[in-house]
């Protein structure tokens, strides 16, 4: 049985800190907060202390890059520590949000990306850091060969396989039928490659999710829509491996698992499971994310809420 809600006292306290990128990585939240007042030695305690992890690691860099500054706090640090592997890759990441919000060009991301794979070949965070980026800027070609050297150095990369997904989400059935959509393919292949542990298990999920966005974006979005979205036999079938798979094997040591509960409980939602969902919203606690629950162009926050209100009160 699912624990009851927390107080609404608490909740309120716990609502205003979400969406996150941190996600429950307490340590990256404190190294975040001094990284951000350019106090970087924390930081390169955090990366080193990471090691060869590499879901976490990509995790860690990214939200760091993300901060304010980080370009130049970097910069410094890579200054004071030219061979710094970790510097090199922060600098690269910090690069590519630059480029993304035009503060930057990619040709200087890509360069950026491209010294710090050289400085540790065995990390795929600068090939992910090239992933974003050509995720923006580049052709599916060059974004394929990117995922295709993340994936030759970690397998099950996390981050890596979500944007792929996404990406090809966005591509334009070959055959009139949605359900034949080669983002199916892509994810029933992932997840069966990978072991029984793997979150990637999830990733169908996230497939039909990405689908939905781009569906609803084309022919407009509704409660039916949805509805038949999500209660198709493929949708449903994906749905109770992704959630049984959770109840077996839940993946709490995984550094971006409540990406993949945020998902799973938007879809049980959509499929009208809402006490399933409850069971998930108890376990995502204040991590919430902002995909799916802006999905189709929706305030992510306010979808979060009320779906969260929705099924814990019918739970």
């Not at 939200?63 to 690269?92: K, N």
């Not at 990406?167 to 393919?185: F, I, T």
């Not at 999830?202 to 979205?229: C, F, M, Q, T, W």
Request: charged share 25%; net charge neutral.
């Amino acid at each position: 049985m699912s624990p009851p809600p927390p107080p609404l006292g608490r909740t309120r306290k716990r609502d205003a800190q979400l969406f996150d990128p941190a996600l429950c990585d307490t340590e990256l939240v404190d190294v975040r907060a001094r990284f951000t007042q350019g106090r970087w030695a924390k930081a390169r305690a955090l990366l080193a202390g990471t090691g060869d992890d590499w879901d976490r690691r990509g995790h860690r860099v990214v939200v760091l890059a993300e901060t304010p500054a980080a370009l130049a706090w970097a910069r410094e640090w890579l200054l004071a520590e030219p061979e710094s592997a970790d510097a090199a890759t922060l600098l690269a990441c910090a690069s590519v949000f630059a480029a993304l919000r035009r503060k930057g060009t990619p040709e200087a991301a890509e360069e950026a990306c491209h010294r710090a794979a050289a400085l540790l070949p065995a990390d795929p965070t600068p090939w992910l850091g090239l992933l974003m980026l050509s995720r923006a800027y580049g052709s599916q070609e060059e974004f394929s060969r990117h995922f295709d050297q993340v994936r030759a150095r970690h397998r099950e990369h996390h981050h890596a396989h979500h944007l792929m997904v996404a990406r090809l989400a966005e591509h334009a059935p070959a055959a009139g039928q949605d359900p034949l959509h080669e983002v199916y393919d892509f994810a029933a292949w992932a997840a069966e490659e990978s072991p029984a542990d793997s979150p990637l298990a999830v990733l169908p999920v996230i497939a039909h999710a990405e689908r939905y966005r781009v569906l609803a974006a084309v022919h407009g979005a509704g409660p039916d829509s949805a509805a038949a979205h999500w209660s198709n036999r493929r949708a449903r079938q994906v749905l109770r491996s992704a959630f049984d798979w959770w109840l077996e094997w839940e993946r709490e040591d995984h550094p971006r698992n409540r990406v993949d509960l945020n998902f799973l409980a938007h879809a049980k939602l959509c499929e009208g499971r809402p006490a399933e969902a409850a069971a998930l919203f108890h376990r995502i606690g204040s991590h919430a994310t902002p995909a799916p629950w802006s999905y189709p162009d929706l305030d992510p926050q306010k979808a979060f809420l009320a779906a969260r209100s929705a099924a814990l009160g019918t739970a």
